[in-house]
């Protein structure tokens, strides 16, 4: 639901807010404690949302979406910053007042949407015109937000999804990322290839985008205080992902190599195929992806990645019904015969499963 019309396209190069009660003057007048169960943890130094804000690049008339503004120090930030058109996605209905006083300090500027980032038609909140050919540079849009962790792990998977589709903010283009995070996750995010913290997130973010960790913000500077550090990150989606297979193929080969993420990595590969076929299959893919099987899984490379992903839908399209096989799915059957007394007469042929690549 739209609070407030559409924006104007400004030409606001250096423009500051007028006086405003402050961001912590705001909480104390609409009475807005964090709630605890939302995770919610503002951010209330000007100079570390401005410096936040500035990781995202040049703001000058840009079109932003901010996910969670709560009481508002970020937008604030991201208004002074220039934006002509912030879009922000606010989930807790306490914080709309204190934002309404904001967009009408900054008359046509912001638009308030009270909802659910994770439900958000993205690809509906902006003009149709600012949209840049994927191979372009990036389209003068950009997301920005601190979330609660909860919620920003499971969005920037949802996003990178996107990413592979080119759709939702990325229907306008290879739209830029300046996100907050859990600084492990930040760091897991953009682990390079034999770092400890290299895990399924490094690689899906990676094969698809530069993804830079800017800066941590110590858990100190968040009122209330998390128990963690929180890391910066930023994604540029690339022109042409370092892996050209279907995001739910590529998930489904990452995620089996990390669940034995300190076992070799033929392990996790083995967990492809059914038990009957599994080290027969097994070995063919690592030999034609030409990979070291003693390799462990943090210290593969994209390109090895790549490799695996290429020989497996490659061997999915000679026989599809490895795509729907997993593994879980073997053993939960084998634990039900146990269960019932019954002959462990396996299926030769793969169950069928719901995850289809798309
Ligand atoms: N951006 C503010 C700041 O930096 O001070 C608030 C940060 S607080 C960690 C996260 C904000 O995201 C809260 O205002 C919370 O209500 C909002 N939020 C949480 N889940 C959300 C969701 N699914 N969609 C939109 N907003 C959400």
Known sequence: MYLNGMAASGKLASFRLPPLPTVSELIKLYNLRAEKQLSQNFLLDLRLTDKLVRQAGNLNN?????????????????????ATDLLVVEKDSR????????????????????GDILTYRMDRGFPGSISRPWEEDPPNLHIIGNLPFSVSTPLIISWLENIAKRTGPFAYGRTRLTLTFQKEVAERLTASTKSKQRSRLSIMAQYLCTVHHRFTIPGRAFVPKPEVDVGVVHFTPLVQ???????????????NIFQFRRKRCHR????????????????????????????????????HFKALADVYAHMCSREPLLLG???????????????RGMQTNMPQAMPPSPEQPN
């Open 62 to 82: 840009a079109h932003v979406c901010e996910v969670g503004p709560g009481p508002g120090g970020l937008t604030r930030s991201i208004l002074n910053a220039g």
């Open 95 to 114: 914080f709309i007042p204190g934002l309404k006083l904001l967009s009408e300090a900054a008359p046509g500027r912001l638009r308030i949407v009270h």
């Open 241 to 255: 992902p370092l892996i050209q297979q279907p995001f739910k193929l590529v998930e489904k080969v990452v995620r």
């Open 268 to 303: 996790g590969i083995g967990m492809l195929f059914p038990e009957a076929c599994r080290d027969a299959l097994t070995e063919e893919l690592m030999c034609k992806a030409d990979v070291e099987p003693t390799l462990r899984p943090t210290e593969l490379s994209i390109p």
């Open 325 to 339: 096989y997993n593994f879980r799915e073997e053993l939960r059957l084998k634990h039900l015969a146990k269960r």
